[in-house]
C-alpha cells in the first residue's frame, strides 16, 4: 500500500480546496471556552497583530504579486535564524519602512506554527504548497499514486 507523505497530502488538500480533517479547536464546549483567543490574545495585542498583518500583506506583495493573500510556505523556510536576524535589529525600522520587530513576531509565528502542524495541528488555513508537479483537473488512479511519491513514503 502506497502512503502519501505530509507534504504531498498538504499540497493536495490545499490545491483542492479540502478541508483539513483535523480541527484546530476542540469539539467539548468547555474545552473551547477555555481557550480566550480574543481577550487572551487579540485584546493584549492589537497594535501588534496590525503590525504583523502589514508584514504578511507585504511579503505576499513581494512573493506573490497579484495572488491573494497566502503564507507561500516553500518560500524562505529559514525562520529562526531571520527571526534573530530582525531580533537584534528590534526597535529599528527596516529598509523596507517596516518595523524589524514586527518582521520578528512574523516569523516567530511561523517558527510555532511549524512546530505545532509537525506535532499533528492542521495545517494553516493561509498556508499554500509548492506542487513540483500539476495535478490534473481529473486525475487518474495512477496519477493520484504518481503525485503522492513527492518527497517519499511517511
Not at 467539548?28 to 471556552?33: F, G, T, V
Not at 524562505?76 to 528590534?90: G, K, L, P, Q, V
Request: charged content about 25%.
Amino acid at each position: 500500500m502506497i502512503r502519501p507523505n505530509r507534504q504531498a497530502k498538504q499540497v493536495f488538500h490545499q490545491e483542492n480546496k479540502k478541508p483539513s480533517p483535523k480541527l484546530l479547536l476542540p469539539t467539548d464546549a468547555k474545552e473551547r471556552k477555555g481557550l480566550p483567543v480574543a481577550t487572551g490574545f487579540l485584546d493584549y495585542f492589537s497594535a501588534a497583530i496590525i503590525e504583523v498583518c502589514k508584514i504578511s500583506k507585504a511579503g505576499n506583495d513581494q512573493h506573490n504579486p497579484g495572488q491573494p493573500l497566502h503564507w507561500s510556505r516553500g518560500k524562505s523556510t529559514d525562520h529562526a535564524d531571520t527571526m534573530i536576524r530582525h531580533f537584534m535589529e528590534r526597535g529599528t525600522i527596516d529598509t523596507d519602512g517596516m518595523r524589524h520587530s514586527a518582521k520578528m513576531v512574523w516569523r516567530a509565528c511561523a517558527l510555532l506554527q511549524q512546530e505545532l502542524e509537525d506535532a499533528g495541528a492542521p495545517v494553516s488555513r493561509g498556508s499554500k504548497y509548492p506542487a513540483s508537479k500539476p495535478l490534473p483537473e481529473f486525475p487518474t488512479f495512477d496519477a493520484l499514486v504518481d503525485y503522492f511519491k513527492i518527497g517519499g513514503t511517511e
